[in-house]
């Protein structure tokens, strides 16, 4: 497949994610103008340095206008607010410029594809289906979700990466009101930063990422909160790595885990079924459960040990 | 202090830890002989090409013969029998030859030391106490414990390193019976190879080890056990990193853990405690109460982050 080209990508939100796709739309020459709109000059003035944005904007109707593709990269809680505020601003069709050498029909027809980076989906996705039904909405500008399992523990557009995605599984959720065609388009997008695209309903999306990724986050949280402060000092690699993410902001944990609840609670039930197995063998001294129950652990994080890249 | 030259190291078991150990010794001139004593001819040949070892022999006796550093590097379940097999053959004063030019005299004095790697200390420090106390033990045969917190989930000499201790802690555990000199020589010994040294008691040691090591050891298992096989294909890097130590080898944890039971379970209850605030703060949905515990455990694991190098 080519590589899309889109006349102006533009980038709401640029901590590492968002830097991180700019960098990379930019090194792979995918939008001849990248957008970034953010709230604080300190965050936009590093993604320009970083190179991720080719103008950098507090103003959000500026910095979306004249976009086919806008990529809200904002913490889970402002997605939904976000991305009603970017179809505000382009209503009334300001996403086709005078002396655009696209006609109105053109424009029309490709529209302005919305997408997000958000660690849930379901929520976020549901209210803006009932948002895009609204009689208000502007028909040229369709939403489809989106979520690369890909980032790390640092925050801001100094830690991003131009290939940040190389490699990594994005998830896409497009649900019943998604044009094929829309379709087509955020998964290429993806695809030509390098990743790997999947699709899940926005519910089976949600209940995926709380086991590999929710509920790992509180355990290694728990595991770190947990370790007494006069033995920390003789930690070795083993720890350093099993509470790595409990390093992640607690503000944008904290939202993930809500938004995602009762996924993260039916997870948290089948873990602390295993856990009981594992305390039943070590407090009955039970050598034979006990190797067994290592011995599986091992067999699943093995058979998944190298199917994706470490972190940029 | 310069570094010590030792006239025959004998490691007793060349796994990974004993290889680097070797590579260890021989890329710092440390000792004119290495000798590899292990079971497994594949394993001794393989010791021998990356260069760990100058001799290697399934022949404890002549392993160790003419040597003035022991260092056991089995599995936990073995340290103790290996330790008395080595006083047992030693006895009788082979470790001085004929043609050597020690006399007997200054052979007897610096003796031969022995030391571990075990993970586990109170258990085996105990035993070998109480052997050593006992008439037929030879008087120039002296054991103290050690522990290089190093090494990683892979196994065999292939995965060895020469590096494997450098900025790594080792924690030595002499007991009242140890004499100055040989904790001094040990000490010296492992500073030699890099890293740093830290003495504690065996029980004071099993204590840290089981709240640093062998419960995320426990928990990593639990974790990636848990995880349902339908989902684990969207895992990232969180989750291989959170999972990371699962992947040891199921029998050798198996020893640890029952080693060290009575002390994993101990850290295994105020893990619970924790564990169990963060399951109510999430079934309560008390956002304050979730965020504060997440920026706990953010300030503990950040505190520590930068204090051991790596994996090699």
């Known amino acids: ?8 990508i533009a980038i709401v939100g640029v901590g590492l994610i968002g830097a991180s796709i ?42 979306v206008d004249g976009a086919d593709l806008v990529v809200v990269c904002t913490p889970v809680d402002g997605i939904v607010e976000h991305v009603q ?25 490709c529209g302005v594809l919305v997408t997000d980076v958000g660690s849930t989906k379901a929520e976020i996705v549901r209210q803006i289906d009932m948002a895009q039904r609204d009689s208000t909405w502007p028909a040229n500008v369709r939403f489809i979700g989106s979520h690369p399992i890909a980032g790390n523990e640092k925050r801001g557009p100094k ?45 089976e999306h949600d209940m995926a990422v709380a086991a590999v990724s929710h509920l790992p986050h509180l355990l290694a949280s728990a595991i ?17 790595d099993t509470t790595r993410i409990a390093s992640g902001d607690p503000a944008l944990w904290r939202q993930i885990l809500l938004a995602n609840r009762n996924n993260v609670l039916d997870a948290l039930k089948t873990f602390d079924e295993q856990w ?37």
């Open 22 to 63: 700019g960098m990379a739309v930019r090194k792979r020459r995918l939008a001849k103008e990248v957008a970034g709109i953010g709230r604080r000059a300190a965050s936009l003035a590093a993604a320009k340095k970083v190179g991720a944005v080719t103008v950098a904007t507090t103003n959000l109707a500026k910095g």
């Open 1 to 8: 497949m080519p590589s899309p080209t889109y006349k102006k």
């Open 159 to 203: 830690h991003g990466s131009a290939d940040l995605f190389v490699e990594r599984t994005v998830i896409i959720t497009p649900t019943g009101d998604a044009k094929r065609e829309d379709v087509r388009r955020v998964k290429q997008f993806w695809l030509a930063l390098g990743a790997k695209v999947v699709t899940l309903s926005p519910a």
């Open 224 to 240: 770190a909160g947990a370790t007494p402060a006069r033995y920390v000092g003789f930690s070795g690699s083993g720890w350093l």
């Open 85 to 109: 505020a970017v179809a505000s601003v382009l209503q009334g069709g300001t996403s086709v410029r005078e002396g655009s050498t696209r006609s109105r029909r053109e424009a029309y027809e």
């Open 276 to 312: 009981n197995e594992f305390r039943k063998a070590l407090e009955a001294a039970d050598a034979t459960a006990l190797e067994r129950l290592l011995a599986q652990a091992k067999q699943i994080r093995d058979a998944h040990a190298g199917h994706q890249a470490t972190d940029a």
